[in-house]
């Protein structure tokens, strides 16, 4: 039986604020309220509670880690520039956009890839590890769980570490396409605009920057390389959404941390899980798109959050 909604702003403990972040970071994560105690029960409840506990992680898990997002109030991408992310039909259709947003990530490369996991990611993973966490599917593309070593793990929207051809499917890891940039491009350099960092790790550059960067085909067929994530106006593999479907059906709780859910792709999920009457819980700072199914909302921090619940 479904509970009343409750929601709530988490105090970890008097004179520490939710919104207290390491140094550099600050600026990619939005502010919260102070933690309030009786909080962290319910949600400690509610994730003892679980046996095969389903997680739907999103851009709040990882921006303490460095990594922007894009509509955090603020400091989302949307709210600091007019920059808006790479359409799959223009990167498709375009050789200019393909050397524009490739130059981009050929410079972003060595900083996004240095990116590590925080205290949330690193709690998921213990949480697998003591046999609470069934499933997580995440929205990120930036490899952050799997580096945590988290195994029972679906990319949603793909891996930026991972380049696809669109002529054949060969897969290939994205170092190794960094070296090839390396060697089309010798005496290529740009000074790129550091406040600019994009979600998924391409960095603003001028259009004069660009072009004269040489980006290289598929070494088996010559086909267009991309990399393998789920452009805006693209849709997730058929397969994909069936086998996460599969999981979320053998979960028995449903927890989401750090996602405001805009997107449909994510979305479809909490609305299988109401349908199946699955509670939910949500854990991100401010609204989301599926507040109105949840039985508890926490607005917080999810590595302060995530670190203090016990997978009992």
Request: glycine fraction near 8%; charge should be positive; proline fraction near 4%.
């Amino acid at each position: 039986m479904r509970l009343p909604r409750r929601s709530f702003a988490l105090n970890m403990a008097p004179g520490i604020r939710a919104s207290s972040v390491p140094a550099g970071m600050a600026n990619f994560v939005p502010a919260s309220s102070t933690i309030e105690a009786h909080a962290l029960e319910q949600l400690q409840a509610f994730a003892s509670r679980a046996r095969r506990l389903f997680v739907v992680s999103g851009a709040g898990v990882s921006t303490e880690s460095g990594i922007p997002d894009y509509r955090s109030e603020g400091v989302g991408l949307y709210a600091r520039t007019d920059r808006r992310p790479m359409q799959h039909a223009e990167f498709v259709r375009s050789a200019r956009s393909r050397q524009r947003y490739w130059a981009r990530s050929y410079v972003g490369w060595q900083q996004f890839s240095s990116h590590k996991p925080n205290a949330a990611h690193k709690a998921l993973q213990r949480w697998e590890g003591k046999g609470k966490l069934h499933w997580l599917v995440t929205q990120n593309v930036d490899a952050l769980h799997s580096k945590a070593g988290q195994k029972r793990l679906t990319e949603l929207h793909g891996c930026i570490h991972r380049v696809v051809c669109l002529g054949c499917g060969t897969v290939s890891p994205r170092e190794e396409l960094q070296r090839r940039f390396s060697a089309l491009n010798p005496n290529w350099g740009v000074q790129a605009l550091a406040a600019a960092v994009a979600p998924d790790g391409d960095v603003l550059l001028e259009d004069e920057q660009v072009l004269h960067f040489r980006v290289p085909s598929c070494e088996e067929c010559g086909g267009i390389l991309k990399p393998e994530v789920t452009f805006f106006g693209d849709n997730v593999n058929k397969a994909t959404v069936q086998f996460v479907h599969d999981r979320l059906a053998e979960s028995d709780a449903v927890l989401v941390a750090g996602s405001s859910l805009q997107v449909y792709s994510a979305y479809r999920f909490l609305l299988a899980a109401s349908d199946r009457k699955i509670p939910i819980a949500i854990l991100n700072i401010g609204r989301t798109r599926a507040d109105h199914l949840a039985e508890l909302k926490v607005s917080g921090r999810c590595s302060k959050v995530l670190s203090v619940i016990q997978p009992l």
